[in-house]
């Protein structure tokens, strides 16, 4: 099963089953004035979805393509996709809410 992380602010911040609420709350993360990306994460391997503000996804989305940016270099188990973001925790069981103002109470 595939989830949808959303980082900003140098960290992960939520996961996701939809990609559909994860891309609407990096939307409203972004009007905020943060740079966000939408990571997919599946089978343990990572690969970038999208980013915001749109402006800035070109920039995003090469350097998830950069050597030594992605997958490879978490051994040990890391869930972490960048170097600059720990695991997503919490959340197991999907998307419950709640504290997380503004995105609607998802």
């Not at 992380?5 to 609407?24: L, M, N, P, T, Y």
């Not at 990571?39 to 050597?67: D, I, N, Q």
């Amino acid at each position: 099963m595939a989830r949808y992380i959303v980082g900003f602010d140098g960290k992960w911040h939520e996961s996701f089953a939809d990609a559909e609420e994860a891309i609407c709350w990096a939307e409203e993360v972004a009007a905020t004035g943060r740079v966000v990306e939408v990571a997919v994460r599946r089978f343990g391997f990572h690969r970038f979805l999208t980013g915001f503000p749109e402006s800035e996804r070109e920039a995003l989305a090469a350097r998830w393509k950069t050597p030594g940016l992605r997958d490879g270099i978490f051994g040990g188990g890391s869930d972490a996709p960048h170097h600059h973001y720990p695991p997503v925790v919490g959340h197991g069981g999907g998307h419950g809410g709640g504290g997380h103002g503004g995105h609607g109470g998802h």
